[in-house]
């Protein structure tokens, strides 16, 4: 009786780990959506502000140059942590990038992305997102 009740429970431990894993990844993959949701809003409020304060500007003058311009503008109360790397570091694409340029000129900050070099269960890698 002790050893199959061991069984069983060793059964149940196997199933549980993997399970309880790929909750915790499926946290993590919410947690990043919400904040690069959270830091594209930043940008664009960013850049409306900008635009109200600089009627004139061109359009690539009105985004932040460094991502920390959305705290000191207060467009933004902290630069949120990157859920997979656990710190607030995030890739910048400029808005005089080319749309599927890899690395920045780093004029202004249009869009950010993860630095996670890790693959999403839908099979595509979070740097994407």
């Not at 429970?9 to 990844?25: D, K």
Request: glycine share 6%; charged share 30%.
């Amino acid at each position: 009786l002790f050893r199959s009740c061991t069984v069983i429970i060793g059964i149940l431990a196997g199933t549980a780990l993997p399970l309880s894993r790929n909750f915790v990844r499926g946290k993590k993959e919410e947690a990043l959506k919400e904040r690069l949701r959270e830091l594209r809003e930043g940008i664009d409020r960013y850049h409306e502000v900008m635009r109200r304060r600089n009627p004139g500007a061109s359009d690539a003058a009105l985004y932040p140059v460094k991502i920390e311009d959305l705290t000191q503008a207060r467009v933004l109360r902290r630069i949120p942590i990157d859920p997979f790397l656990g710190r607030p570091e995030w890739g910048t694409r400029s808005s005089t990038d080319e749309a599927d340029a890899i690395v920045t000129d780093g004029r202004n900050i249009f869009d950010v992305r993860s630095l996670a070099t890790a693959t999403a269960f839908d099979g595509t890698p979070y740097s994407t997102w």
